[in-house]
C-alpha cells in the first residue's frame, strides 16, 4: 500500500464550516492526488501535485483548495462544506510518469 | 475530452463463470492503461497495467486484459471467476497533460457479483 495513510478516517461536519483532510505517504512519491468517490460516478480527481508547492487542479475542484508545503503531506481543504461534498475522499500517490498509483483507505465525509 | 467508459455498471455471475468486463477510452494521444479492484471495505489495488508491449497483459488473480488500439478499448477477461472476485472493478487511463504533467482518468466502476 506504499504507505499512504488518511485523516480522520471518518468525520461528520455541518454546512459552511471548513474542512481539512490530510494525507500522508512515506515513500517519497512525486505525485499525490486526491479523488471523491461517488456511486455512479466512479473515481473523480479533484486535485494532484506534481512536486512540492506544484498543484493542480483535475475535473471536480470548484470548493476545494490543496496545498504541499512537505514531499509527504497533501492536504485537501474544503472551506465551506456543502451537503454535495458529502463523499468517500482517496488519496494516491506515485511516481507520476506512467506508472502505478498507490491509493489510502479513505476519509468517509459526511456533510450535515 | 478525455474520458474512460465502463459500459456494465453491475454484474452478476455465478462461480466458474467467464467474466468479461468492457472498458473503452477518449484520448488522441498515448495512454498507459490500468484495471483497479476494490474489494469491499477495501482501498483501491492494481489488477493488471499496460504500458506498451504484448497488449495482452496478465495480472494478479488469474485476470489478464487485452488492449485493441483500433478500438480504443482495454477490455478485463477472467475465464472462471470466483466468490472472492466479489469487488468493484475501475479502469483507468494514465495520460500526458498540455502542461506536462500526467493524470489519471478512471471510468465510473463495474460492481462484480459472484455467487457461490
Known amino acids: 500500500d506504499a504507505g499512504i495513510t488518511q485523516s480522520p478516517r471518518h468525520k461528520v461536519t455541518e454546512t459552511g464550516t471548513p474542512v481539512t483532510l490530510r494525507c500522508h505517504q512515506t515513500?517519497?512519491?512525486?505525485?499525490m492526488y486526491w479523488y471523491r468517490q461517488d456511486p455512479g460516478h466512479g473515481l473523480r480527481l479533484i486535485h494532484y501535485?506534481?512536486?512540492?508547492?506544484?498543484?493542480d487542479k483535475g475535473e471536480v475542484s470548484d470548493g476545494y483548495s490543496v496545498s504541499r508545503s512537505k514531499t509527504e503531506d497533501f492536504l485537501l481543504t474544503l472551506e465551506s462544506a456543502t451537503s454535495s461534498q458529502t463523499s468517500v475522499y482517496f488519496c494516491?500517490?506515485?511516481?507520476?510518469?506512467?506508472?502505478?498509483?498507490?491509493f489510502g483507505p479513505g476519509t468517509r465525509l459526511t456533510v450535515l | 475530452a478525455q474520458s474512460v467508459s465502463q459500459h456494465n455498471h453491475h454484474v452478476i455471475l455465478s462461480e466458474a463463470a467467464s467474466l468479461e468486463l468492457g472498458c473503452n477510452y477518449s484520448?488522441?494521444?498515448?495512454?498507459?492503461l490500468f484495471w483497479y479492484v476494490q474489494y469491499p471495505g477495501q482501498h483501491l489495488q492494481l489488477l493488471l497495467k499496460?504500458?506498451?508491449?504484448?497488449?495482452l497483459v496478465k495480472g494478479i488473480k488469474g485476470f489478464e486484459a487485452e488492449f485493441i488500439k483500433s478500438k480504443f478499448s482495454f477490455n478485463l477477461r477472467k475465464p472462471s471467476v470466483q466468490w472472492s472476485d466479489t469487488a468493484e472493478y475501475f479502469c483507468?487511463?494514465?495520460?500526458?497533460?498540455?502542461?506536462?504533467?500526467?493524470?489519471?482518468?478512471f471510468g465510473t466502476g463495474t460492481r462484480l457479483k459472484v455467487l457461490a
Open positions: 494516491a500517490a506515485g511516481i507520476g510518469s506512467p506508472d502505478t498509483q498507490y
Open positions: 515513500e517519497n512519491h512525486r505525485y
Open positions: 501535485s506534481y512536486g512540492v508547492k506544484d498543484t
Open positions: 484520448y488522441g494521444g498515448t495512454v498507459n
Open positions: 499496460y504500458f506498451s508491449g504484448d497488449p
Open positions: 483507468a487511463v494514465n495520460a500526458f497533460t498540455t502542461s506536462g504533467t500526467y493524470k489519471y482518468i
